[in-house]
């Protein structure tokens, strides 16, 4: 069946590193991949896509990279702060319809 | 509206209660998401509507819940006969077109948080 994992256990770092978060999927060949954030309350927020052709994506502190090789994909926030602290989601196109299917999502927690 | 925009923001029903959620999407949105947040887990999948069309409503969990979009615009998210389980949050969204097959960013709204007690 198909799969979408993330990290289940919150991430906690310290202010200034880099934050390394996860996605694994199985039986996808998904032609692109989306992280989101999503704060306690709130709904997601669209962070970054990223396409099978493309190995690495930056958006300011954001970095993301895709592996279909691997089926994994990683997403990293350098210079970390408190204010990134939230829980972070994939999700995979899937299907004919265009709907996506997210991972459980894993909580970064950045401590000053 | 500027964003996807969700009613009401929380509701307490009583067990067998009916409940209707309203989603006023972006303005020119055609493709409209419904999908359902238990704490601690992703958004799960509930249905989507490309216009008026109804495309897939394969994550509807019974035959209780019940979506419709009759002018391609607002959507209601109807649960009958509310059970326990149910509590959640259901959250709305929008895209321009095609959905996420096309890549395009999906909005989301708040969510509605249901309570079923």
């Known amino acids: 069946s198909q799969k979408i994992e993330q990290n289940s256990e919150a991430l906690n770092i310290q202010e200034g590193k880099t934050a390394t978060l996860t996605c694994n999927y199985t039986?996808?060949?998904?032609?692109?991949l989306q992280w989101y954030r999503q704060d306690p309350g709130r709904g997601p927020v669209f962070l970054l896509l990223?396409?099978?052709?493309?190995k690495e994506k930056r958006k300011e502190r954001l970095k993301v990279t895709f592996d279909t090789t691997l089926k994994q994909s990683l997403f990293h926030i350098t210079a970390s702060q408190p204010a990134d602290s939230a829980t972070y989601l994939c999700?995979?196109?899937?299907?004919?319809?265009?709907?996506?299917?997210f991972g459980q999502g894993t909580t970064l927690q950045v401590k000053p | 509206g500027a964003g996807v925009s969700q009613s009401p923001r929380y509701k307490v029903a009583k067990r067998g209660q009916d409940v209707a959620l309203r989603c006023d999407p972006i303005?020119?949105?055609?493709?409209l998401f419904w999908y359902q947040q238990a704490l601690g887990q992703g958004p799960e999948f509930l249905t989507y509507f490309q216009n008026e069309a109804q495309l897939d409503k394969s994550g509807l969990p019974s035959d209780r819940f019940f979506a419709e979009r009759p002018e391609g615009s607002v959507s209601t998210l109807k649960i009958q006969r509310t059970q326990q389980e149910d509590s959640a949050v259901y959250l709305c969204?929008?895209?321009?077109?095609?959905?996420?097959?096309?890549?395009?960013?999906?909005?989301f709204g708040e969510g509605s948080w249901l309570t079923v007690v």
């Open positions: 999700a995979l196109y899937s299907g004919n319809t265009g709907k996506l299917i």
């Open positions: 969204a929008s895209t321009l077109t095609g959905g996420g097959r096309r890549g395009n960013t999906i909005y």
């Open positions: 990223i396409r099978e052709n493309e």
């Open positions: 039986n996808y060949s998904p032609a692109y």
């Open positions: 303005s020119g949105h055609v493709s």
